[in-house]
Nanobody, 123 residues
Framework: QVLLVESGGGLVQAGGSLRLSCAAP????????MGWFRQAPGKEREFVAY????????NYADSAKGRFTISREITKSTVYLQMNSLKPEDTAVYYC????????????????WGQGTQVTVSS
């Protein structure tokens, strides 16, 4: 069992920044890919970004490019999502996820999930 714990969500004004953290147990390092997804009320869960533990390879949704940065700190087995220039449409519950074989943009490919952290961006 891999337990992921997200933190860092909150309420911020448009144009502001937040940094989300995903704390993973050491066993999560056996997971190759770590992803961030989000889900707004009434909408499907959507990909935001992923990173691989080893090489640090990254991929971003078009909506995140240029504004969000995903990173990992192996010694702390923690993945971060730095979100800048936030917009009201970024409002959602953000989830961290892990999978064994690389990163993908499809949330159904991920085996382990955190409980989510709410991000609310006011206009």
């Amino acid at each position: 069992q891999v337990l992921l714990v997200e933190s860092g969500g909150g309420l911020v004004q448009a144009g502001g920044s937040l940094r989300l953290s995903c704390a993973a147990p050491a066993s999560a390092l056996s997971m190759h890919g770590m992803g961030w997804f989000r889900q707004a009320p009434g909408k499907e869960r959507e990909f935001v970004a992923y990173i691989t533990w080893g090489a640090g390879s990254t991929n971003y949704a078009d909506s995140a490019k240029g504004r969000f940065t995903i990173s990992r700190e192996i010694t702390k087995s923690t993945v971060y999502l730095q979100m800048n220039s936030l917009k009201p449409e970024d409002t959602a519950v953000y989830y961290c996820a892990a999978r064994r074989f690389g990163g993908t943009t499809n949330w159904k490919d991920y085996e382990y999930w955190g409980q989510g952290t709410q991000v609310t961006v006011s206009s």
